[in-house]
């Protein structure tokens, strides 16, 4: 458990700080690990496993990122405060939030309905994806909310190189003419499709593809059926074929 200092700002919500930098700044050393990255929970939720329980996107290291969403709810335990953290670009992710069990005073929980700023990282624990959050800010101007998505838009066009919407499916640049620029998805993907997709295109180096139990896992956080609705739109759509057998796929832009 951290050593942290409690203090109560006049919102009434604890926070718990440790020394972090602005959410823009980035450290980019020889094993490419981000410093703090403004991301969404879509982004968290689909960011791939590495070694040491450690998460990548576009193969660079998360370090610490950021969130901002609204609570859909509070659990409070001796030990930690859970959120269930929400922000419209897929499903909510769990946040948790140590307490310090030496203070006297009780614990307060931001109420459902706040909007806050999440710094923290990324953690899996029996397969649920979780934020363990070093701050919790609550936000009272709605313009940051706006902020951060910028942010989240402005980081990963300069580090991956790519134009990409909050959902992190790549989007179409204008070159002056008609045809999509290589490596980009075209247009009319839902979220989960997308999500679907950049999963499915991380494997389309092999030779196979990747199987549909490993998608699964890759996306544990998707219902069987989306999967399978989106594989399948994927595929009639052409974006998607089928390799070894019907349960391993590749993209078609490989």
């Not at 942010?151 to 959902?167: C, Y």
């Amino acid at each position: 458990m951290w050593n942290q200092a409690c203090s109560q700002p006049s919102d009434g919500m604890p926070s718990h700080k440790a020394t972090v930098m602005d959410s823009f700044s980035l450290m980019l050393p020889q094993r490419t690990t981000l410093l703090i990255l403004p991301c969404t929970v879509s982004q968290l939720l689909s960011a791939s496993r590495g070694s040491d329980r450690t998460f990548t996107i576009c193969n660079w290291e998360l370090n610490q990122v950021s969130v901002v969403g609204i609570i859909r709810g509070s659990a409070p335990f001796v030990t930690n405060i859970q959120y269930s953290v929400d922000d419209m670009t897929g499903p909510p992710l769990n946040v948790k939030q140590w307490v310090n069990t030496e203070d006297c005073a009780p614990a307060r929980c931001a109420s459902p309905g706040t909007y806050v700023k999440v710094t923290g990282t990324l953690r899996s624990l029996d397969g649920q994806r979780s934020l363990l959050a070093m701050d919790i800010r609550c936000i009272k101007d709605l313009n940051e909310i706006t902020s951060h998505m910028l942010e989240v838009v402005r980081a990963h066009m300069q580090l991956f190189g790519k134009a990409f919407d909050v959902n992190m499916n790549t989007t179409v640049v204008s070159h002056g003419g008609n045809e999509h620029p290589k490596g980009v998805l075209p247009n009319g993907l839902s979220t989960i499709q997308g999500q679907v997709m950049h999963v499915i295109r991380r494997f389309s180096v092999s030779d196979i593809g990747i199987g549909f139990h490993e998608l699964q896992s890759q996306l544990n956080y998707l219902s069987m059926g989306d999967l399978r609705a989106s594989l399948t739109f994927l595929i009639n759509e052409g974006h998607v074929f089928s390799t070894i057998d019907e349960h391993h796929f590749k993209s078609t832009e490989h």
